[in-house]
């Protein structure tokens, strides 16, 4: 794998108050294969986000240096492609990770402190953690896996692979008390984040999907009613917005949407997630809960942006 992995160092200059400071922040990406001929290294936004192309430095494995010739990144999502002119480098395996169990080992590839290309093993701790608050950034759409494999400042945007060499996602953060590895590290999965990518390179942007429904992040199963209440899980509507595709597939409030595209939904955040990735303009069906019984519909998502 690491001949895929590229170190990144990107120029940054802020401004805080009065004071313009200027520093480097290292990261890590990993070359993917979009389909679209080109070179790109995907990685986190956060990396390289308020940095031009001429101020982000790409170093391969070999040592040998190069400035991507673009950028296109989502702020929702924390992910960033930068294209490169190097057509020898490879391009990573893509894995499976709806596959990946916890417990399974895993191996993470980074530029902790700098020190590109180091590897940290450790093992699948958690799946589906959501309504994090990571620092200063606002990542919209969580569905994140945790690791005690160690992540460092520096390991964001690097590749987490399974035993067989595949990537099945992309560090993206820590929660530390001290700045340094606790033992409990996030990464996007990978399935998440190439379709954040195939997006970006065909539209420019994420499209995300919109349904048009407030939820209720307070809403517990033991607010159901009926004999299912102690098995129920989902995400309960507020409100409806007039002329949403929720209004359209007769959504009302007080419905708990418990299957969304064919996917049990969890909570509030996981259904956010959900919509945000679904492609737009077509059928999705859903199972909703009202008054105790069950009904299946079929919504048809816009375009939030």
Do not use: C
């Not at 990735?277 to 069950?294: D, H, K, Q, W």
């Amino acid at each position: 794998v690491k001949p895929s992995v590229i170190h990144i160092e990107a120029h940054k200059v802020e401004q805080r108050g009065s004071v313009r400071e200027s520093f480097d922040e290292a990261g890590s990406g990993v070359i993917v294969d979009l389909g679209s001929g080109d070179r790109w290294v995907l990685t986190n936004r956060h990396v390289i986000s308020g940095a031009k192309p001429a101020e982000i430095l790409l170093r391969s494995h070999i040592g040998q240096e190069f400035h991507p010739t673009k950028i296109i990144s989502d702020e929702s999502s924390d992910i960033a492609l930068l294209q490169i002119d190097q057509p020898r480098l490879p391009a990573a395996r893509i894995g499976d990770s709806d596959t990946l169990e916890i417990g399974d080992f895993v191996i993470a590839i980074g530029s902790p402190f700098g020190l590109s290309h180091s590897v940290t093993f450790g093992i699948l701790s958690a799946k589906g953690r959501r309504d994090l608050s990571l620092g200063e950034q606002k990542i919209e759409l969580q569905d994140f896996f945790q690791t005690d494999a160690a992540i460092n400042p520096g390991n964001s945007g690097g590749p987490l692979l399974n035993l067989r060499g595949e990537v099945v996602g992309v560090n993206t953060a820590i929660a530390s008390s001290s700045g340094g590895s606790e033992g409990i590290g996030f990464a996007i999965p990978m399935h998440m984040a190439m379709k954040v990518a195939e997006q970006l390179v065909a539209h420019g942007k994420l499209r995300r999907g919109y349904l048009g429904v407030t939820l209720d992040p307070e809403f517990t199963v033991l607010e159901s009613d009926g004999e299912e209440a102690s098995r129920i899980a989902g995400a309960m509507v507020k409100s409806v917005r007039r002329g949403s595709p929720a209004e359209l597939a007769r959504l009302q409030r007080g419905d708990v949407i418990v299957e969304f595209n064919g996917n049990a939904v969890e909570n509030d955040d996981h259904l956010v997630t959900q919509v945000g990735l679904t492609p737009i303009g077509e059928a999705v069906p859903m199972v909703i809960l009202r008054s105790g019984t069950r009904y299946r519909t079929e919504v048809i998502l816009t375009d939030l942006n």
